[in-house]
């Protein structure tokens, strides 16, 4: 059973949004850092979103979704959020929340990450 699960994906027209959601019973996310990972078919696994530990503030983003998307987290909650706006086909992919429990940070590498979602997957449409 993955530690993490994500929620908030869908079909959604170009231009559109959505916000995915990360929650757990099982961990306290403040001490973690968390990041949004992608995977579209035939292709690796990407980075999208980091944010580190502790409501710091800091964030990493890939070039493309720049701008565009945002990572937030709300250790209250225990929860991590992603914001997606004007979306494009090419943003379509299986989207993973993951945690990251070491140090230091290395916000886009996947195998620094110890716990995984089993991802929610985004559509869209042209």
């Known amino acids: 059973q993955a530690e993490l699960v994500e929620s908030g994906g869908g079909l959604v027209q170009v231009g559109g949004s959505l916000t995915l959601s990360c929650a757990t019973s099982r961990l306290r996310l403040e001490n973690y850092h968390m990041a949004w990972f992608r995977q579209a078919p035939g292709k690796e696994r990407e980075p999208v979103a980091a944010?580190?530990?502790?409501?710091?503030?800091?964030?990493s983003y890939v070039d493309s979704v720049k701008g565009r998307f945002t990572i937030s987290r709300d250790d209250a909650k225990n929860t991590v959020s992603l914001e997606m706006n004007s979306l494009k086909p090419e943003d379509t992919a299986i989207y993973y929340c993951?945690?990251?429990?070491?140090?230091?940070?290395?916000?886009?590498?996947?195998?620094?990450?110890?716990?995984w979602g089993q991802g929610t997957q985004v559509t869209v449409s042209s």
């Open positions: 993951a945690a990251d429990g070491g140090e230091p940070w290395f916000p886009k590498t996947a195998t620094k990450y110890d716990h």
């Open positions: 944010i580190i530990h502790r409501n710091t503030g800091v964030t």
